[in-house]
């Protein structure tokens, strides 16, 4: 038994053709995909920016310079962890992880309330 070889116009001719999707309509002349993200919806270049931001959760080694600016001291720790104390804080902030990994969410959070607390 011998199998056809694949034909667009027989797939087409079948009814199964993809239909249309609103990214068909971002694709740019040289073929790629248009920004989705970026200034191609009417986005300023600023306002791209925080985008970005909020959606890419910073450093721990961005959350320790924040710690340092403002006043806060390392007083050491085992291993990957670092507490940090200021004298106008009750609690120490603990950051676990390597300089370069990405911070999560409570560690932004903590970090942020230590220095609103620190500024009182």
């Not at 249309?20 to 002349?29: C, E, Q």
């Not at 248009?34 to 931001?53: C, F, H, K, N, Y």
């Not at 603990?94 to 969410?105: C, P, Q, V």
């Amino acid at each position: 038994m011998r199998i056809a070889p694949f034909s667009a116009a027989a797939f087409h001719g079948a009814g199964l053709a993809r239909r249309r999707s609103a990214r068909d309509d971002r694709v740019r002349d040289d073929g790629g995909a248009a920004d989705v993200a970026g200034p191609a919806i009417g986005l300023s270049s600023e306002r791209a920016i925080q985008q970005t931001a909020r959606l890419m959760p910073p450093k721990i080694r961005e959350l320790i310079a924040e710690l340092e600016r403002a006043g806060f001291v390392n007083r050491g720790g085992h291993g990957s962890h670092r507490n940090f104390v200021h004298p106008n804080v009750a609690r120490p902030v603990t950051l676990a992880g390597a300089g370069g990994d990405d911070a999560k969410h409570y560690q932004v959070r903590a970090v942020r309330m230590a220095i609103q607390e620190a500024k009182r």
